[in-house]
């Protein structure tokens, strides 16, 4: 399978488990209605485990621009990728992104109608900050994204550890945790692929009730989540060097 392939697919399941369990606990009618956060933050965890167990044999499930971007600068030389890569793994993980979010709408298609808070609507697709503050937010999504590749970065690299099936369900655990420590401030996205491809697609479909996609501040889960990733590289290379 090529890396494009196994990116759809992965970041596709991530994006249908993830995005799904918000729409489970937020919209309304389902039977997991309020459910609560520590549902939401479980089931996005979970998803990135099933996700990277499906597609990580193929290209090692990057399923997250910031991921690949650490990745590249680590380099071949230390476990990472070749920049020429960057392309294949960005291009699928967005379109990955789009058929997620697509099967998350078709999914809950009769539960749009009736949930009348647009905010909870878009909140099934991409994320938002508790309280709006521009520098805060976008501190909060570099500090969890360096947490994310981090933790990811030493996973792999303990011996015990990256080489077994165990891999992706500590990867599961990290976001989880991030998601119960770092991710009230914002939602945690870590993730660029993961929010603006689905806002994309909360622009395009046919929504009832929809409201904005709220633009002016998709650009804070693109620029925190890469900037945090690149500084975790830099911070691995630093502190354990190979």
């Not at 030389?77 to 890569?85: D, E, F, L, N, V």
């Not at 809950?108 to 521009?134: M, Q």
């Not at 633009?215 to 911070?235: C, E, F, M, Q, R």
Request: net charge neutral; proline share 5%; glycine share 14%.
């Amino acid at each position: 399978m090529s890396i494009f392939g196994a990116e759809v697919i992965g970041t596709g399941l991530l994006i249908l488990l993830g995005n799904g369990v918000v729409a489970a606990v937020l919209l309304h009618g389902s039977k997991a209605e309020n459910a609560g956060w520590i549902v939401i933050t479980f089931g996005w965890g979970m998803a990135v485990m099933i996700a990277v167990y499906v597609v990580g044999q193929y290209d090692g499930a990057h399923l997250n621009p910031a991921v690949t971007l650490a990745l590249a600068i680590r380099g071949t030389s230390h476990g990472g990728i070749a920049w020429h890569k960057v392309w294949a793994y960005w291009g699928g993980e967005f379109c990955g992104a789009f058929v997620g979010a697509t099967l998350v709408w078709i999914a809950y298609y009769v539960h749009w109608a009736p949930t009348e808070d647009s905010g909870l609507k878009l909140a099934c697709f991409s994320t938002g900050p508790a309280i709006r503050n521009p520098i805060a937010n976008l501190a909060t999504e570099a500090i969890g994204t360096f947490v994310l590749v981090l933790g990811i970065l030493g996973i792999v690299a303990n011996k015990a550890i990256g080489t077994t099936d165990l891999a992706p369900l500590l990867i599961g655990l990290l976001v989880f945790s991030i998601g119960l420590s770092l991710g009230g401030p914002t939602g945690y996205a870590i993730n660029p692929a993961r929010d603006l491809g689905p806002r994309i697609i909360h622009a395009i479909l046919p929504i009832p009730g929809k409201g904005s996609s709220d633009w002016s501040y998709a650009w804070i889960p693109v620029v925190g989540p890469l900037a945090g990733a690149a500084l975790a590289a830099g911070a691995y290379a630093a502190f354990f060097p190979s």
